[in-house]
């Protein structure tokens, strides 16, 4: 079972910024693809970017250019950056790992954008 802590959600006012970080309890022998989702009110789950154990990444095409993903594979962490928060934005963001043998989630943060 691996169990991830989110931390780093919050009020922000629009064109503010917050960086949200997730750590991961299991440590692998190799690098896992990780991630953040998010969910509004009243909306599926969307993938809001994905980075692989190379680095590479993916972003919604929503969040391209204001967000920034990256990862610390020696502690097992996730970071997301966001600049430039808009209403649209506010959202429960849940971070993931993708193993071998399952996803798994963190209990999710809440980011709330003010106009």
């Known amino acids: 079972q691996v169990q991830l802590v989110e931390s780093g959600g919050g009020l922000v006012q629009a064109g503010g910024s917050l960086r949200l970080s997730c750590a991961a309890s299991?440590?692998?022998?190799?690098?896992?693809?990780m991630g953040w989702y998010r969910q509004a009110p009243g909306k599926q789950r969307e993938l809001v970017a994905s980075?692989?154990?190379?680095?590479?990444?993916i972003y919604a095409n929503s969040v391209k250019g204001r967000f920034t993903i990256s990862r610390d594979n020696g502690k097992n962490t996730v970071n997301l950056q966001m600049n430039s928060l808009i209403p649209e934005d506010t959202a429960v963001y849940y971070c993931?790992?993708?193993?071998?043998?399952?996803?798994?989630w963190g209990q999710g943060t809440q980011v709330t954008v003010s106009p």
């Open positions: 993931y790992i993708r193993t071998a043998v399952s996803d798994y």
């Open positions: 299991a440590m692998f022998s190799t690098a896992k693809p």
């Open positions: 980075i692989n154990s190379g680095g590479s990444t």
